[in-house]
C-alpha cells in the first residue's frame, strides 16, 4: 500500500521513537443514495412530476451525498477524531471503513479488519443471549477454546441478568446494545472504530474502552464533544456537509471546530461563514495512490479451465500413465 501525501511520511528512525506505518487508506471515497422527499418547495417541474409518480403509487427520490471524494492515510499510532455537525457523514465513513457499507465509488484498504465497536456483531434474534455471545465470539475470530474463556466475562459486562437466557427478540433497544458493545470488546482489534453514539456509557464499559484504546495500534473516535477530541486524539478530521475541510493536528482542528458550532448555535452566520471560508482556504487535498500488482507475464490459463492444445494432451497422457500404474498396482 503505497500513497501519495501532501504532508511529510513519517520515516524509519533508529532508538525509541516507534516506527510509524500506514494501516488504513481511503482513496476518493464517494457514497450516494437515493431516498423518498416529501420537499414541495423544488418548482413547478418538480410538482408535476410528483403528481405523476403518485399516481403509479411511488414517491419521488432525492440523490442523497453522504460523502464526496474523500481521501487520507491514517498510520499506527494514531488517534484520528472525526468532528463535524449532524449529517456531516462521520457515520457513514466509519461505517465504510469497517467494512459494513460500500461506497458508490472509491475504496478502502486496511492492514487488518477495523472494528465498530458496537456494531460488527451480527446477532440472531431468536437465539438467547448466551447462544449469541458464543455465536459473536467465534464470528469476531476467537478459536472455539477463546470463545468459551470469553463468555463469562462477556455476560458479566452485558450485565443482562437471567435477561441473558432469553431470546434476543424480547431484549429492548439498550440491551441489544450493550450485549453488542460486550462482545465486539473481546475481538482486541489493531484498527478500532468508536461511535460514542452506540456506547452504553456506563463505568464498566469506558473502563473497558480505555483498555481497547490503549491496546489498538490505530484509533477512530466520533464523538459530538469537540473537547474529547482534544483530550484524546492525536489528529482529527473535520468534516463538512460530506467534505473533508481540515486534517490535522487534533486541538487545532477541534478548537477551530468549537469556534464555528458556537457561532452557528449563536445565530451568527457571518462569524460561522469566516470560519469555514479561512478553513476551505488553507484545505489541502490529498492523493492516495494503490500500487497494482504487475501482471503475469505469457499466457495464464484460469484455474479449473478445460485444457486446449499442447496442455490438453499432456493431461491425456499424464491420465494414461496414472490408469496404466494402478493397473499394475491392482495386478500385484
Sequence with gaps: MAADLDYPMPTAQTGSTPVLWPTVAVQGVRMYYRTPSTDTTRGRRAAVKRAALSLVGQEPKVTVRALSDISFVAHSGERIGLVGQNGSGKSTLMRIIAGLEKPTKGRVLAE????????????VPDLSGEENVRLGCLAMGLSPAEARAAIPDVIELAGLGKSIYLPMRTYSSGMAARLRFAITTVARPHILLIDEALATGDAASEARMQKLREQAGTVFLVSHAAQTIEESCTRAIWLHH???LLDGEAQDIALRYRKWAWAHAKDNPQEATRILQEAFAERRETQVRFEEPD???????ERHAR??????KQA???A???AALRSEVSDL
Excluded at 487488518?112 to 446477532?123: C, D, E, K
Excluded at 485444457?307 to 490438453?312: E, L, Q, V
Design 307 to 312: 485444457p486446449t492444445g499442447r496442455d490438453a
Design 316 to 318: 491425456k497422457a499424464n
Design 242 to 244: 460530506g467534505r473533508l
Design 112 to 123: 487488518s479488519t477495523p472494528v465498530l465497536i458496537g456494531v460488527n456483531a451480527a446477532l
Design 295 to 301: 501482471p503475469p507475464k505469457g499466457p495464464v490459463r
Design 320 to 322: 494414461a500413465r496414472a
